[in-house]
Structures are given as structure tokens and as C-alpha cells.
């Protein structure tokens, strides 16, 4: 197959990390004998720092001409204090408006091997395997008025959550077909006793359901799921909810698993072109140190070759890839403190250079 991708490494540990998702595309790309045109962009604070804007034209239209994007991470301390049209975040959120990417897919899976390095018991880990199915182009994130101004000679700031039937619509309908595929199970999170746009949520997921007969709907709330997910994680199988509790529950979701540094993400919309990202940030505190653990960004490559390019052999033989380092002990430094399997500690590169080597030895 013939593909292009836009790579996006951003800032923080961004750069390091992407730079071990490519060497992986790359493997993948001689194995299977595909032809894979990588194009790299500027794109965050590094983009603010050299063009004054957080996603220049160039890396818009990079993105534009790709089938897929893969971004490492954007943001830092640096550019904190600038207002919000210019902060590096807004990359992000002009990607996801942009590109219409409204259906972001967190899985939480849980890696026995790793459960030692959750805060969590392994016992209540075991097992664990979810999806978080997140809204992600409406809600707070992008509703009007949204600004600060001032009234009667005092500073007040706002910020809109609205949502339409048919974007809670569309993306009910995707965590009712994930779950069609995994454990027939969707637990809708909403705000129902408060919020209006939760009571809407619910009604039009309540009316999306009936589409999906042989699929279980449960609705929580989200303070009771915050809870449910360090109580009894294994209940789950899909969550569903809207963009800011999507944002929150999968951080929470994310350390359950022993390291926010292992989980991958897809931002998908009507078509093919996906946005792929590590759920964890830019991490300032460890870049530029080889530190950093590659292996979300790497995940979230077999993401692109599962759902952009629908390549479900090179997704798997990733997947496998990473299984295995895991199985074999060989942890970077989040995962390695305090985890009676961690038999080596290996840098943020030689991470990359094993699952690769892993990939080309067809094991
Ligand atoms: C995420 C991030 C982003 C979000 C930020 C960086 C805009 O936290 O992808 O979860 O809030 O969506
Ligand atoms: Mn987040």
C-alpha cells in the first residue's frame, strides 16, 4: 500500500518518542512491503516559538494531504501564560475541529506484568480491558460564547457546553458498534442530574440503543464512574461520554494501568483520516533525557494501521511487538521502580530498537 503520513512530534518528550514510532512505521513498512511517505511538521509551542501559531498553514496542509496524522505531544511551561487562541493546545483542538475528529478511542488495557507498577491493587486489575469512547469535538471544549470580559467593572470568564442530537447521534453509534465487537457492553457517563446537555445526551443514547439490541446500556454519572474506575475497573467495557469528562476519566483511567506512559489514542471521523496521539502530555520534567517511554506512541502507530489504513496484521504484529518487551522485563524507567518483573532498565531509544527488532525477527 501506498501511504503518507503526517508526523507531528511537538514538544516535551514529543520528539524523542515519535522518533521510535517512525523507526517502527519504518520496520513495518520493509516487512510488509508497503510504501510509506512520512512528511514532518511543526506543530505547539515550537511552532509559536519560530511562526507565532501554534499550527502554521504548512503543517495544516501537511495534515491535509495525509492519511493519517501522528502526533507526539504539545504544550510546556514556557507557553503557559499565553491566551488561549495562542497556546500550543489550540494545534490540537484546530486538528480535531478541523478535520472533523470527533470520536477520540482510549483503550485501558492493563498489562499483568505491569500491574505492579499501578497504584492499584493487581488483584482488582486483573483482567481490566476497556474503551473509552470520547466525544471530542463538542461540549466545552468548542462552545460559544467562550472568553473573558468585564462586567461592571469585575473580570468574568466563560465557557459554553452545548450539544446537538446529531453529534451525540454519531457518536453514540460508534461506541455501540465497538461494543458490538468486544463485550456487548456501553456505560454512558453523563451529568444527567444536573446538566441539560447530559439529559439530551441520555435520551438520544437511550434512542441510539435500540439500534443495538444486543448490546447492554447502563448510564452513570460521572462522579460515581471517577469512583467506579479505581473500585471495580473490570466492570467496563465501553464508556461513553462527552469531551471534558472524556478528557478527566481517561487520565484517571490511564495511571490505573500502572503508567500514563503505555496508552495510545485514535481520533477518527466519517472517514479514514485519523489523528493519533499517547494520551500522556509533553512530560517537561523528563524530556531530552532518553528517559521517556515510547511504547504509547508506538501503540498508537498500530492504532493508524488498524483504523486509517485498516491493516489489522501490521496493527496486531505491533501490538504483539509490545506484549512481548513487556513480557520480557525490559522497562523503561516509569514502569521499572518497585516491579519484581523488571529485569532491565532500557532507555527511551532502546525501547524503539527492541520492539522493532521484535517486529523484524517475526516473532
Ligand atoms: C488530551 C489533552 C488535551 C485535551 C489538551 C492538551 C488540549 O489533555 O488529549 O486529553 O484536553 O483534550
Ligand atoms: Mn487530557
Given at each position: 500500500?501506498?501511504?503518507?503520513?503526517?508526523?507531528?512530534?511537538?514538544?516535551?518528550?514529543?520528539?524523542?518518542?515519535?522518533?521510535?514510532?517512525?523507526?517502527?512505521?519504518?520496520?513495518?513498512?520493509?516487512?510488509?512491503?508497503?510504501?510509506?511517505?512520512?512528511?514532518?511538521?511543526?506543530?505547539?509551542?515550537?511552532?509559536?516559538?519560530?511562526?507565532?501559531?501554534?499550527?502554521?498553514?504548512?503543517?495544516?496542509?501537511?495534515?491535509?494531504?495525509?492519511?493519517?496524522?501522528?502526533?507526539?505531544?504539545?504544550?510546556?511551561?514556557?507557553?503557559?501564560?499565553?491566551?488561549?487562541?495562542?497556546?500550543?493546545?489550540?494545534?490540537?483542538l484546530?486538528?480535531?475541529?478541523g478535520?472533523n475528529?470527533?470520536?477520540?478511542?482510549?483503550?485501558?488495557?492493563?498489562?499483568?506484568?505491569?500491574?505492579?507498577?499501578?497504584?492499584?491493587?493487581?488483584?482488582?486489575?486483573?483482567?481490566?480491558?476497556?474503551?473509552?469512547?470520547?466525544?471530542?469535538?463538542?461540549?466545552?471544549y468548542?462552545?460559544?460564547?467562550?472568553e473573558?470580559?468585564?462586567e461592571?467593572?469585575?473580570?468574568?470568564?466563560?465557557?459554553?457546553?452545548?450539544?446537538?442530537?446529531?453529534?451525540?447521534?454519531?457518536?453514540?453509534?460508534?461506541?455501540?458498534?465497538?461494543?458490538?465487537?468486544?463485550?456487548k457492553?456501553?456505560?454512558?457517563?453523563?451529568?444527567?442530574?444536573?446538566?441539560?446537555?447530559?439529559?439530551?445526551?441520555?435520551?438520544?443514547?437511550?434512542?441510539?440503543?435500540?439500534?443495538?439490541?444486543?448490546?447492554?446500556?447502563?448510564?452513570?454519572y460521572v462522579?460515581?464512574?471517577?469512583?467506579?474506575?479505581?473500585?471495580?475497573?473490570?466492570q467496563?467495557d465501553?464508556?461513553?461520554?462527552?469531551n471534558?469528562?472524556?478528557?478527566?476519566?481517561?487520565?484517571?483511567?490511564?495511571?490505573?494501568?500502572?503508567?500514563?506512559?503505555?496508552?495510545?489514542?485514535?481520533?477518527?471521523?466519517?472517514?479514514t483520516?485519523?489523528?493519533y496521539?499517547?494520551i500522556h502530555?509533553?512530560a517537561?520534567?523528563?524530556?531530552?533525557?532518553?528517559?521517556?517511554?515510547?511504547?504509547?506512541?508506538?501503540?498508537?502507530?498500530?492504532?493508524?494501521?488498524?483504523?486509517?489504513?485498516?491493516?489489522?496484521?501490521?496493527?496486531?504484529?505491533?501490538?504483539?511487538?509490545?506484549?512481548?518487551?513487556?513480557?520480557?522485563?525490559?522497562?523503561?524507567?516509569?514502569?521499572?521502580?518497585?516491579?519484581?518483573?523488571?529485569?532491565q532498565?532500557?532507555?527511551?531509544?532502546?525501547?524503539?530498537?527492541?520492539?522493532?527488532?521484535i517486529?523484524?525477527?517475526?516473532?
Open positions: 500500500m501506498k501511504l503518507k503520513i503526517a508526523v507531528l512530534p511537538g514538544d516535551g518528550i514529543g520528539p524523542e518518542v515519535v522518533k521510535q514510532a517512525i523507526k517502527v512505521i519504518k520496520t513495518i513498512e520493509k516487512k510488509y512491503g508497503h510504501k510509506i511517505e512520512l512528511l514532518e511538521g511543526i506543530v505547539g509551542g515550537e511552532a509559536i516559538d519560530k511562526y507565532g501559531d501554534p499550527l502554521p498553514d504548512e503543517t495544516w496542509k501537511l495534515c491535509e494531504e495525509s492519511d493519517a496524522i501522528l502526533l507526539g505531544a504539545v504544550g510546556g511551561p514556557k507557553w503557559d501564560n499565553l491566551p488561549g487562541e495562542k497556546r500550543p493546545e489550540k494545534a490540537l484546530k486538528l480535531r475541529g478535520f475528529l470527533f470520536a477520540n478511542i482510549r483503550p485501558i488495557k492493563v498489562f499483568e506484568k505491569l500491574s505492579f507498577s499501578s497504584t492499584i491493587k493487581p488483584e482488582v486489575l486483573k483482567g481490566v480491558d476497556f474503551v473509552i469512547v470520547r466525544e471530542l469535538t463538542g461540549g466545552l468548542f462552545g460559544k460564547p467562550k473573558i470580559r468585564v461592571n467593572g469585575e473580570e468574568m470568564a466563560i465557557d459554553t457546553m452545548t450539544y446537538k442530537a446529531s453529534e451525540i447521534k454519531r457518536i453514540a453509534h460508534v461506541a455501540f458498534k465497538m461494543a458490538q465487537k468486544r463485550n457492553k456501553v456505560t454512558s457517563v453523563d451529568k444527567a442530574n444536573i446538566l441539560e446537555c447530559s439529559r439530551l445526551w441520555r435520551k438520544i443514547v437511550d434512542e441510539v440503543s435500540k439500534e443495538y439490541m444486543d448490546v447492554n446500556l447502563e448510564h452513570m462522579d460515581n464512574c471517577a469512583m467506579q474506575i479505581v473500585r471495580n475497573p473490570k467496563f465501553v464508556i461513553l461520554t462527552e471534558t469528562f472524556g478528557d478527566i476519566l481517561s487520565d484517571e483511567a490511564a495511571v490505573i494501568t500502572g503508567s500514563i506512559g503505555m496508552l495510545p489514542s485514535a481520533s477518527l471521523g466519517e472517514g483520516k485519523g489523528l496521539e499517547p502530555g509533553t517537561p520534567d523528563i524530556a531530552g533525557k532518553n528517559i521517556a517511554n515510547p511504547l504509547a506512541t508506538i501503540l498508537s502507530v498500530a492504532m493508524m494501521f488498524r483504523y486509517s489504513f485498516d491493516l489489522e496484521k501490521e496493527a496486531k504484529d505491533i501490538e504483539n511487538a509490545v506484549d512481548k518487551v513487556i513480557d520480557s522485563g525490559y522497562f523503561t524507567q516509569d514502569l521499572f521502580t518497585g516491579n519484581p518483573y523488571a529485569k532498565l532500557v532507555s527511551t531509544e532502546e525501547m524503539g530498537d527492541l520492539v522493532c527488532k517486529i523484524e525477527g517475526g516473532a
